[in-house]
């Protein structure tokens, strides 16, 4: 039985950890707009008790996630009409995945997961990107700039099916407080890289070669219509698992937008310059020959498909 503590007690205890909690938002980097204006400092400082100062501190943050909330339906979301959303409902959403995230990819910028709620009854259809601190600043999208041009992508390959390399559906994308969230469709796909480190396989029904085909074919058509990827590595290029032939036609997918750009008449599409920094980024193409000598040699290791 917990010991009895008296009201004094329970309260030099609640100050306590309001105490220490105030320190740690106070002292985290995305709510230094807390400490940058002397008058919320004053209101703090001015507190009679820790707990009101720890409400005062939530009560800022709260404002200015209610300022800089975003929700933007992808424009390949058919059938689907934008509703105003209330910005608690969002963050409950966010907790609530967060709480029961099951990480499923990650990269320098970004890690993916599914809700492992969704996994109690059959497999998730969505996942949802999670952005990161760029540590290495390469002239990322925002979030919502990144839900555009995948978008973009998206509804570029729907027309070219005959090629075999799809994009997932975008769905939504939001940001709220330091939370920046891409939902998309869940492939039924591996990486290359995933493939390469025994995480995933190559079916008998997959020919290397004309998947490398498809897929420098695929970028050309992207070319062709203004859109350059700028990030192609084996992380993102992905590979479909189905043991028969995909009754959809994709052999395989291109994700990861982060870094991609429409291109423009008369200027580099793999340079970018953001507040006097120049970018540079590889060619698309590039990673063709890449995936093709990769995967020959994943064979060669193991022989055979299954």
Known sequence: ???FKSPAEKGKNSEAEAEEKLDEILSDADFAFIGAHPKNMDRIDNAETAVEALAIAREL???RAERTFTFTLSKAVEGVEAISVNVEGVKRIIESI???Q?????GGDAYV???KNELKEFPPEICYKFAKKEETPRGR???SGEADIHGDFYTASLEVPELGIGVPSPLYSTEVGKDKILAMEKLPAKSVDDILRGMGTLRNWFDVDEFCDRLSAFLTQMHERGLYHRDMHVGNVMINQSAEMPEDGNWGYVIDFGLSSHGIEGMDPYKKEVAGTRFTYN???GIVEEVRQKLHGYQARNNKGV
């Open 98 to 100: 967060k709480e029961n």
């Open 1 to 3: 039985m917990e010991a």
């Open 102 to 106: 099951q990480k499923i990819g990650e």
């Open 113 to 115: 997961v599914i809700d």
């Open 283 to 285: 060619d698309d193409h």
């Open 141 to 143: 999208n925002s979030m």
């Open 61 to 63: 943050i709260s404002a």
